[in-house]
């Protein structure tokens, strides 16, 4: 019975990871600027992936919209930015192997429009730049699966910026994370079921 003990607990691994692959959590989720811009309120997660809510409608004090837009258009900001943090749990069995930032959005194409985008993240305490002054189109992944963390703090921030002839937003976020499964020293995976 001892031969069939590494293919057990590989089938029940398996068999965990198919029937709880949305178990890992995001928790603390958090933006740095509320009511504009990301939004930690409405932000949602299914199957291992955080979509990043995003504010809208406009703040009734000074009328400037809060969906996180830059134009030189009355009542948008010329320059907007936002940073959304959370914390990534892996279930019991398992580790966090690679955290994917996907960014989509909208530019200007007039020829005279000028427009960037900045985004950087710091993933597990590293920080890294995403893109400076580009598109805001994007995706970028960080594989973490050889630091064996069950619990990752992730933390992006996006800014925009214009011209005198720009106009640029981000009209979707998200984040999805997959997992490996633990190992022990001998190399044998780590069974569920003990």
């Not at 603390?28 to 992936?49: L, Q």
């Not at 030189?72 to 959304?84: G, H, K, M, V």
């Amino acid at each position: 019975m001892m031969k069939f003990r590494p293919l057990i607990s590989i089938a029940a691994f398996a068999l965990s990871l198919a029937t709880s692959a949305s178990a890992q959590s995001f928790t603390d989720i958090r933006d740095a600027a509320p009511n504009r811009n990301f939004s930690a309120t409405t932000s949602s997660s299914s199957d291992g992936v955080l979509t990043i809510g995003l504010d809208t409608g406009y703040d009734p004090s000074t009328f400037v919209n809060n969906t996180f837009r830059a134009s030189n258009l009355s009542y948008f900001p010329r320059s907007t930015s936002d940073t959304i943090a959370f914390v990534v749990t892996a279930p019991s069995g398992s580790h966090i192997a690679t955290i994917t930032y996907s960014q989509s959005g909208v530019v200007n194409s007039s020829r005279t429009a000028v427009q960037r985008s900045a985004v950087h993240w710091t993933v597990g305490g590293f920080p890294s730049v995403i893109t400076d002054f580009g598109a805001p189109n994007l995706s970028a992944t960080v594989d973490v699966g050889a630091l064996n963390l069950s619990s990752v703090p992730v933390s992006i921030t996006a800014a925009l910026f214009v011209g005198p002839t720009g106009d640029i937003q981000i009209t979707s976020a998200s984040v999805t994370v997959t997992l490996a499964p633990d190992v022990q020293s001998d190399g044998s995976l780590v069974s569920i079921l003990d």
